[in-house]
């Protein structure tokens, strides 16, 4: 069974660095074609895509955020990080991490999100 | 950057078929997928590679593509199909993951 779990700071100050941890049970990141991706939704707004890590630690980006985001594996601890840099209130959002089972299934299960408030 | 368009809402009568469209220039060349949320709760994955649907989502949810359109179909919509839909693929080189901007279903 395929769990996740997004945790992390639940209220950060503007210009503040968020650091969110994705800890997950049931598959490995070691495995081939397997990935987990960062998605976000601000309050009674769209889904946004962040990023995404492979099991080979190829990394990928949005353009919009790019740097500002950093993603990173430890697969020994079956996590994966985020951190995001120089915060706005317009990040305050749901931030969601979800299991890519491989090229052809994307996103298949999802963590339960977590809850960011932006604000001094 | 690259979108994904589609339209702001749907609504349907009970029984009855909804059809919620995506497009972008990228969609022959990637699968696109598609996410059931409703209020308060994570996205499911409902639709993948185009028109595959994963265990456990009712046959009535279907998928199609044509060009640079994919299609989700909800045929013999139920009260319990109310949600907001959104469709998901990657730019043209697979760098990136784009989600439309959202479909709200109304069931009537």
């Known amino acids: 069974q395929i769990t996740l779990k997004e945790s992390g700071p639940t209220l950060v100050k503007p210009t503040q660095t968020l650091t969110l941890t994705c800890t997950f049970s049931g598959f490995s990141l070691s495995t081939s074609g397997v990935g987990v991706g960062w998605i976000r939704q601000p309050p009674g707004k769209a889904l946004e895509w962040l990023a995404l890590i492979y099991w080979d630690d190829d990394k990928r980006y949005s353009p919009s955020l790019k740097s500002r985001l950093t993603i990173t594996k430890d697969t020994s601890k079956n996590q994966v990080v985020l951190t995001m840099t120089n915060m706005d209130p317009v990040d305050t959002a749901t931030y969601y991490c979800a299991h890519r089972r491989n090229a052809m299934v994307n996103f298949d299960y999802w963590g339960q999100g977590t809850l960011v408030t932006v604000s001094s | 950057s690259y979108e994904l368009t589609q339209p702001p809402s749907v609504s349907v009568s009970p029984g009855q078929t909804a059809r919620i469209t995506c497009s972008g220039d990228?969609?022959?060349?990637?699968?696109a997928y598609w996410y059931q949320q409703k209020p308060g709760q994570a996205p499911v994955l409902v639709i993948y590679?185009?028109?595959e649907r994963p265990s456990g989502i009712p046959e009535r949810f279907s998928g199609s593509s044509s060009g640079t359109t994919v299609t989700l179909t909800i045929s013999g919509v139920q009260a319990e199909d109310e949600a907001d839909y959104y469709c998901q693929s990657a730019d043209s080189s697979g760098s990136y993951q784009v989600f439309g901007s959202g479909t709200k279903v109304t069931v009537l």
């Open positions: 590679k185009d028109s």
């Open positions: 990228a969609l022959p060349k990637q699968y």
